[in-house]
T-cell receptor
Framework: DTGVSQDPRHKITKRGQNVTFRCDPI?????LYWYRQTLGQGPEFLTY????????KSRLLSDRFSAERPKGSFSTLEIQRTEQGDSAMYLC??????????????FGNGTRLTVT | AQTVTQSQPEMSVQEAETVTLSCTYDTSENNYYLFWYKQPPSRQMILVIR??????QNATENRFSVNFQKAAKSFSLKISDSQLGDTAMYFCAFILSGGSQGNLIFGKGTKLSVKP
C-alpha cells in the first residue's frame, strides 16, 4: 500500500491558463473522489468515480472542470480558463468497495493550485 | 441540506492532558454516519474515528472517543493523554446512509495545538 499519490504538489498558473492534475489511488481501490479545500474551510466534494464511471458531480464542478478516470485506474482533473477563485488545495481520495461510509477515505497530499 | 458546524477554530492543550473538540450537525434524516478526520501539517488527512447513527454506543479508538448525542445532533471528539503528534486540523464530517457515496460534508475544522 503506497498510498494515494497526487501530482504535482504545487502548481502556479496565470489566470486563463488550463491546468491538469493527476491522482493515483491505492491500487485495489475502485472508488475515487476529488475534493477542493480552500483556506479556512473543510474539503468540499467535487466528483466521484466508481471504477471508470463518473457517478456524481457536485454543483461546484462548473463546466470549466472536467475529470476522467480512464480504465478505472488513475484520474485526472482539468481546469480550463483558470480563475483566481480556483486557487485551492485539490484533494484526491480513494476507498475500497463499500463506499465512503463503510470504508475510510484514504487521502492524498493534495495539489495546491495558485492562480495569479 | 445537511450542515456541519465546528465552533472552535483553534484549541490548545498541554501534553498528556485531555481535550474535547465540538461538532454539531443539522439533518432531518435518521440514518447517517459521522466521522472525525485529522489533517497534520503538510500531511495527508486520515480517519480518526467513525460513528454510525443507529448505534447508541459511543465509538472509541485507543485515546480517541466520541460523545454522540443524536437528539442534540452533537458529535464531540475527546482526545485523552494528548501527544505532540496529535497537533493537527481536525475535521468533523457527515454522510447520509444510502445517499451520495462521495458527498462527505465537512466542517471548517478545529486547529489543535498540543504544547509540551
Amino acid at each position: 500500500d503506497t498510498g494515494v499519490s497526487q501530482d504535482p504538489r504545487h502548481k502556479i498558473t496565470k489566470r486563463g491558463q488550463n491546468v491538469t492534475f493527476r491522482c493515483d489511488p491505492i491500487s485495489e481501490h475502485n472508488r475515487l473522489y476529488w475534493y477542493r479545500q480552500t483556506l479556512g474551510q473543510g474539503p468540499e466534494f467535487l466528483t466521484y468515480f466508481q471504477n471508470e464511471a463518473q457517478l456524481e458531480k457536485s454543483r461546484l464542478l462548473s463546466d470549466r472542470f472536467s475529470a476522467e478516470r480512464p480504465k478505472g485506474s488513475f484520474s485526472t482533473l482539468e481546469i480550463q480558463r483558470t480563475e483566481q477563485g480556483d486557487s485551492a488545495m485539490y484533494l484526491c481520495a480513494s476507498s475500497p468497495r463499500g463506499g465512503s461510509y463503510n470504508s475510510p477515505l484514504h487521502f492524498g497530499n493534495g495539489t495546491r493550485l495558485t492562480v495569479t | 441540506a445537511q450542515t456541519v458546524t465546528q465552533s472552535q477554530p483553534e484549541m490548545s492543550v498541554q501534553e498528556a492532558e485531555t481535550v474535547t473538540l465540538s461538532c454539531t450537525y443539522d439533518t432531518s434524516e435518521n440514518n447517517y454516519y459521522l466521522f472525525w478526520y485529522k489533517q497534520p501539517p503538510s500531511r495527508q488527512m486520515i480517519l480518526v474515528i467513525r460513528q454510525e447513527a443507529y448505534k447508541q454506543q459511543n465509538a472509541t479508538e485507543n485515546r480517541f472517543s466520541v460523545n454522540f448525542q443524536k437528539a442534540a445532533k452533537s458529535f464531540s471528539l475527546k482526545i485523552s493523554d494528548s501527544q505532540l503528534g496529535d497537533t493537527a486540523m481536525y475535521f468533523c464530517a457527515f454522510i447520509l446512509s444510502g445517499g451520495s457515496q462521495g458527498n462527505l460534508i465537512f466542517g471548517k475544522g478545529t486547529k489543535l495545538s498540543v504544547k509540551p
